[in-house]
């Protein structure tokens, strides 16, 4: 008999012990316990400035050579790490601001459809791999057609340099803009989508700010964007002067590099009685000297970059680099603060695009707004929208994968009874019996015709366990899909060899770190596949950042743990447990880097023997489950003041995709 399993959930204090649980207290009785109240079932799922002294064409480049070394700007002589008082109201904590997290940090944010988290960054893509479908042709500044703007994003990605002209695919004049020399007014000509000569207009005062005005300055040239923005009337504007008579809305989110790529609203006849009284852009492009200046570098950004105090936490891209709105204990105005601590813009609120990491921005409590109409009233008509392009792209990069939501249709909604000798109902220890295919990842490992751990299923062929559940012996196991009664196949149970095993390489026997383990499933004969389709089959959603879900999140854990009496559960068993933060307290030096810890301090809640393996399952804002832990160890059984500890998924994430591949692992960082 091998080192034993970790296990199962648990309600009323046990009876003390004095021994240390661990996952070699194999053969023990644990101590399950019964809630007194009965778990929730888990869903199925400022001031004027002085304008430029001269006019700026935005550059044209004639190639798309991927350039063997580009050129980075110079970082101008200020502190790199962003700098907040300890006591600011809004910015902090100060350990978060020290990392210097930017939007590339993925982590915390998404990735665009033309980049790829690797190692908590965003890196560019191939341009081959953007999706091709529902999308719209981009016409290129070198007069080129590129398929979508996925792609040519990803060739401004990886050339450091604007691309995009308009969307179309009659690709002659260019989209340009300029800094006019005597208003400072910021102007655009756009050209026809259908081939026309095109317009030039002003841009108008709704929508812009300093992400915008950041982007148009680096497009001529200033690699920290902009000072400051300010707007000037139309009606004092010079009448003998060949002005143009209209404007457009243009938002931009700040990874822009030219103002092409940021989304145009409808344009407007400034002359119209409507519009008479009507705004204009006016901008001032950063200047090191004045910025550097005491009373104007209230926070340095990550690139250098200085900006007001104010600036920071609104949602708002003033740094050029997101830093402003990455560390942040509230936000500014109408901003979302997402619970990694970014915050969003009040315009990603409820506009159909995930950038909470949990989709909180788009769930139902923040529902204000009619689909297609943004907050400030524009309706996108007369141009495509980059921000629906990037939309449609992340539907089709999700939809290669489909994860962390259970076929609902397959739940039975039967009550379940357990009789012992009695005839009387058993209460289940600890938790409540699942119905039968009710947790569709869940697994259960078969060693030998003997069931002492579980698992989850994460899609393809690929299972994942705790390493102290498996030996490097593949024909020994089998794994057990839509299993209810542990002694017994219902008939939706599927049985898989499996064909390889994959242990942690630096995994510790003794102190249980790194105790995770993948288990690649037998291919069906002539087929890519391991099991037929299984409606009471699904795959959990493997997360890739350790900020997904904060401590005190109410996630489940599942399986045939062992009850008071000392015998394992004869059906699948569920419980709630709250993530718990800082487990070192509790541990000390046993607690190594990629555990977690998760139940009640009260000893309440927890897994014990014959749970190991196991899946601790948390649900984000959009009713979307990703596998958080693996059922790994802990100080007995429900002992008040030593939560269960789990291997931390999330963790481990570089080394799951190195096995299973992209396809297999990832959602919108992908």
């Avoid at 104010?310 to 500014?332: F, I």
């Avoid at 939706?492 to 499996?498: G, Q, S, Y």
């Avoid at 487990?583 to 749970?611: E, I």
Wanted: net charge negative; hydrophobic share 30%.
């Amino acid at each position: 008999m091998r080192s034993a399993r970790v296990s199962f959930l648990l309600v009323l204090l046990l009876v003390t012990l004095s021994e240390t649980w661990n996952p070699s207290d194999y053969g023990k009785p644990s101590a399950l316990e019964q809630t007194q109240q009965k778990p929730v079932v888990p869903k199925l799922p400022k001031a004027p400035t002085k304008p430029p002294t001269d006019v700026v064409t935005s550059p044209a480049p004639t190639t798309l050579t991927v350039p063997t070394t580009p050129t980075v700007p110079t970082t101008p002589a200020v502190p790199t790490t962003p700098v907040a008082p300890e006591e600011d109201e809004f910015l902090g904590p100060d350990k978060c601001l020290k990392k210097k997290l930017t939007r590339a940090s993925c982590d915390l944010v998404f990735c665009h459809p033309w980049e790829r988290c690797i190692k908590g960054q965003c890196s560019c893509k191939p341009p081959y791999l953007c999706p091709s479908e529902n999308i719209n042709p981009v016409c290129g500044r070198d007069a080129r057609t590129y398929r979508s703007y996925c792609q040519v994003m990803a060739v401004s990605c990886r050339t450091l340099k604007p691309i995009m002209s308009h969307f179309g695919e009659e690709c002659g004049d260019r989209f340009r803009s300029s800094i006019d020399t005597n208003t400072g007014v910021v102007k655009v000509f756009l050209p026809d989508a259908k081939g026309g000569t095109g317009h030039e207009v002003f841009v108008c005062q709704k929508l812009w700010d300093m992400a915008a005005a950041n982007v148009v300055c680096k497009e001529h040239g200033n690699p920290f964007g902009a000072m400051s923005v300010d707007y000037v009337p139309y009606s004092s504007l010079e009448e003998d002067q060949p002005f143009p008579d209209s404007c457009v809305a243009i938002h931009c989110q700040g990874f822009e590099t030219s103002l092409a790529e940021c989304v145009i609203h409808n344009r407007v006849n400034i002359r119209d009685s409507s519009w008479k009284r009507v705004s204009v852009v006016n901008v001032t492009c950063y200047d090191e000297s004045q910025a550097s200046k005491a009373e104007a570098c209230g926070f340095t950004c990550a690139n250098g970059k200085c900006v007001l105090r104010d600036q920071t936490c609104d949602g708002v891209d003033d740094c050029g680099d997101r830093s402003d709105e990455m560390c942040c204990k509230k936000c500014r105005d109408k901003a979302l603060r997402c619970k990694t601590g970014v915050c969003v813009h009040e315009e990603a609120i409820d506009d159909g695009q995930m950038d909470c990491l949990d989709g909180e921005d788009e769930s139902e409590k923040h529902r204000t707004r009619e689909q297609g109409i943004s907050h400030y009233g524009f309706e996108t008509t007369d141009y495509t929208s980059p921000k629906q392009e990037i939309k449609a792209s992340r539907i089709h990069l999700e939809s290669q994968l489909y994860c962390g939501r259970p076929n609902e249709t397959t739940v039975d909604d039967e009550i379940v009874e357990e009789r012992g000798r009695s005839s009387r109902v058993k209460r289940v220890v600890g938790g409540v019996p699942a119905k039968p295919t009710q947790i569709q990842w869940q697994i259960a490992l078969e060693e030998n015709k003997k069931i002492d751990c579980g698992g989850a299923y994460i899609g393809g062929c690929w299972v994942i366990t705790a390493a102290h559940c498996v030996r490097p012996n593949p024909s020994a196991f089998k794994v057990k899909f839509s299993l209810w009664r542990k002694a017994r196949a219902q008939g939706t149970t599927d049985i898989v060899p499996v064909a390889d095993i994959h242990i942690h390489p630096k995994y510790n026997a003794s102190t249980y770190q790194n105790d995770i383990a993948l288990l690649e499933l037998e291919k069906l004969p002539f087929q890519k596949t391991c099991l037929v389709d299984n409606p009471a089959v699904s795959a959990v959603c493997v997360p890739w950042t350790t900020q997904l879900f904060q401590p005190n999140h109410t996630c489940s854990i599942s399986g045939w743990g062992r009850t008071r009496e000392g015998k394992g559960a004869q059906v699948l068993l569920w419980a709630n447990v709250s993530l718990i933060d800082d487990c070192q307290r509790y541990y000390g030096h046993r607690f190594k880097p990629g555990m977690m810890c998760a139940g009640d301090l009260a000893g309440s809640v927890d897994s014990c023997q014959g749970d190991s393996g196991g899946p601790l399952v948390c649900e984000d804002d959009l009713g979307v489950s990703y596998l958080w832990g693996i059922v790994s160890w802990g100080e007995r059984c429900g002992q008040p003041g030593f939560p269960g500890v789990y291997t931390q998924v999330s963790h481990y994430f570089e080394w799951i995709r190195l096995h299973t591949g992209w396809p297999a692992v990832t959602r919108f960082n992908s």
